[in-house]
């Protein structure tokens, strides 16, 4: 299932309720938990900085393989070239006084999600992330 | 997302409610400004029916605990639910803030 949301300057809950709503996306309490927190921490991602002032589209996929068992939630965007694989995780070990709240979101999809890869191409930031899950809603 | 913010002695008492997310993580932030400052800085926080929260409310969570921490005090959250303690177990945040 594709959808390309233009603009999506202030539309990234608009967005993430529209891939928590998939019939791809299983009936699984905990399983939704950690799909959401990934399809939000990546979502704000790009409304947050692949475009100057959010004017822009971002197009979600989603798709679920029956034989693989396989989730894929992919984002699309024509922002600013930017692959936030590259960042450096954080250092999580850090006391209060030195921690610095960026770069957890990326973080927590990495952790949350099986795998993500990102790629250029065409002009566009592609982030694909996947994740293995026993069965969808469908069944 | 609900908030419940009372007094109890000298500590503040703070009850959450739903999801912390990037829809009403302003909103949550205004909140719990004027916890942010003044004589009494103990927070306990009842994390109960706190279904959910992404790095937007940790933001504000590392906000309150260095706010409290700066002014010689204590902030507890208090009944996590496992999903949400993970989100803190896995950012480190669980060594920051007492969870109980």
């Given at each position: 299932m594709k959808k390309r949301f233009n603009p999506i300057k202030d539309k990234s809950s608009e967005i993430i309720e529209f891939v928590m709503s998939s019939p791809d996306i299983p009936d699984d309490d905990v399983?939704?938990?950690?799909?959401?927190?990934?399809?939000?921490e990546a979502v704000e991602n790009v409304v947050r900085y692949a475009?100057?002032?959010?004017?822009?589209?971002?197009?979600?996929?989603?798709?679920?393989?029956?034989?693989?068992?396989?989730?894929?939630?992919?984002?699309?965007?024509?922002?600013?070239?930017?692959?936030?694989?590259?960042?450096?995780?954080?250092?999580?070990?850090?006391?209060?006084?030195?921690?610095?709240?960026?770069?957890?979101?990326?973080?927590?999809?990495?952790?949350?999600?099986?795998?993500?890869?990102?790629?250029?191409?065409?002009?566009?930031?592609?982030?694909?992330?996947?994740?293995?899950?026993?069965?969808?809603?469908?069944? | 997302m609900d908030i419940k913010i009372s007094q109890q002695d000298n500590k503040t008492m703070v009850v959450l409610n739903g999801r912390i997310?990037?829809?009403?993580?302003?909103?949550?932030?205004?909140?719990?400004?004027p916890l942010m400052e003044g004589e009494n800085p103990d927070i306990d926080i009842d994390c109960t029916d706190m279904s959910y929260t992404s790095s937007q409310g940790l933001r504000i969570f590392l906000m309150l605990q260095k706010s409290v921490k700066a002014r010689g005090g204590k902030?507890?959250?208090?009944?996590m639910n496992?999903?949400?303690?993970?989100?803190?177990?896995?950012?480190?945040?669980?060594?920051?803030?007492?969870?109980?």
């Open positions: 399983l939704k938990f950690k799909l959401r927190l990934s399809i939000e475009y100057d002032g959010g004017i822009g589209w971002l197009e979600t996929n989603i798709d679920f393989n029956q034989d693989t068992l396989l989730l894929t939630i992919q984002l699309r965007d024509a922002g600013v070239p930017f692959n936030p694989l590259e960042k450096e995780d954080p250092d999580v070990t850090l006391s209060a006084e030195d921690r610095n709240i960026g770069g957890l979101g990326i973080y927590l999809c990495k952790k949350m999600m099986d795998n993500i890869e990102y790629r250029y191409e065409d002009g566009n930031n592609v982030l694909t992330m996947t994740k293995k899950v026993q069965s969808n809603s469908n069944e | 997310d990037t829809s009403n993580a302003d909103q949550f932030q205004q909140d719990v400004a902030m507890v959250m208090r009944n496992p999903q949400v303690k993970e989100v803190f177990d896995i950012t480190g945040f669980s060594n920051i803030i007492t969870i109980i």
